[in-house]
């Protein structure tokens, strides 16, 4: 999931890259994956989308929105190839570099102590992905 710093980030960098810029190229999904939805049938998306400039991009929640002329919006989220876009330090932003947004429970902090209270933060699995927490100021109830 995308936090709210993240897609405030995501949305001013892509803001920056795209808005003037035409779609010039769609590739489909490439890895399947559970928790990414699609609007129709993805394989029309190539001819709904070349062409089409970005007006403007907007970060909202979860999302990022790119809006583009026709009336057309794309919305990401994570999972939409968010690796690429980034914005956290655990992942790449839209210009390939470790995000600005500092992370205090990742992939990056795993077995260091936690900020609050000094136990180290763990691993574990969930639904395909993983969660990072601190199990003293996290408890299970
Ligand atoms: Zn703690």
């Known amino acids: 999931m995308l936090e709210i710093p993240e897609s405030k980030t ?15 190229e769609v590739f489909n999904a490439s890895s399947p994956h559970k928790f990414a939805w699609f609007y ?3 394989a029309g998306y190539a001819k709904i989308l070349a062409g089409r400039q970005v007006i403007s991009t907007s970060g909202h929640g979860m999302f990022v929105d790119i809006r583009c002329d026709a009336d057309l919006s794309i919305t990401i989220g994570d999972g939409t190839n968010m690796t690429y876009l980034g914005g956290r330090d655990t992942e790449r932003n839209f210009f390939g570099h470790n995000g600005g947004y500092k992370t205090l ?3 990056n902090t795993v077995k260091t102590p936690c900020p ?3 136990n ?4 574990e ?15 299970f109830r």
Do not use: H
């Open 116 to 118: 609050n209270c000094g």
């Open 10 to 24: 995501i949305s001013l960098q892509a803001g920056e890259t795209l808005v003037n810029r035409r779609i010039t």
């Open 105 to 107: 429970l990742s992939k």
């Open 125 to 139: 699995a969930y639904l395909g992905g993983a969660v990072y927490f601190c199990p003293s100021c996290q408890k």
């Open 40 to 42: 129709g049938d993805p």
């Open 120 to 123: 180290l933060i763990v691993k």
